[in-house]
């Protein structure tokens, strides 16, 4: 009874939540090399011992650690970033883009998998798209019929 149960209850179960695939992204962030990670890590240890133990002598290494970090991370984005524009056919089209990036102003693509028309589920991109041209289509003749219905009770 229980084998039963347990099938009926997982059958419903996956029939209410559907299985969404997640594609892991490429880090946004490629100039970030090992060597910057680890010195990510020390630098957040050396903060921790600050905060806890009030040397001076620590503190000055760890402004000075900090400042040269930053210089390294400068370095390392501005060599990245310079080997994706020489690289480039389009060196304007790609500087605008790592603007864009830089500033958080990255456009999403959202692409449509599946659409859902009087309880039917279409999966064809190409179906996909001619069912949103033909509403696209149609929409101008809705539009303009219905101006002409109104038209005439205003004047």
């Given amino acids: 009874m229980f084998n039963n149960f347990l099938s009926i209850y997982l059958r419903c179960y996956y029939s209410s939540f559907l299985k ?7 880090t946004h962030n490629q100039w970030i090399t090992k060597g910057i990670k680890i010195s990510c890590k020390k630098k ?15 503190k000055i290494y760890y402004k000075r650690y900090c400042a040269v970090l930053s210089k390294v991370i400068l370095i390392a984005k501005k060599l990245h970033y310079n080997k ?9 089209k ?9 500033k958080g102003k990255t ?25 949103f041209n033909n509403y696209f289509i149609s929409v ?3 539009i303009s019929s219905d101006n002409e219905k109104h038209k005439y009770k205003y004047n």
């Fill in 20 to 26: 969404k695939e997640i594609k892991s992204s490429v």
């Fill in 44 to 58: 957040k240890e050396l903060f921790l011992l600050c905060r806890n133990i009030n040397d001076l002598n620590l």
């Fill in 84 to 92: 994706i524009i020489l690289g480039s056919k389009n060196k304007m």
């Fill in 94 to 102: 790609s500087t605008w883009k790592i603007i864009n990036e830089e």
């Fill in 107 to 131: 456009k999403s693509c959202i692409d449509i998998q599946s659409l859902v028309i009087n309880n039917h589920v279409i999966m064809n991109q190409n179906k996909i798209a001619n069912i």
């Fill in 140 to 142: 101008g003749d809705t």
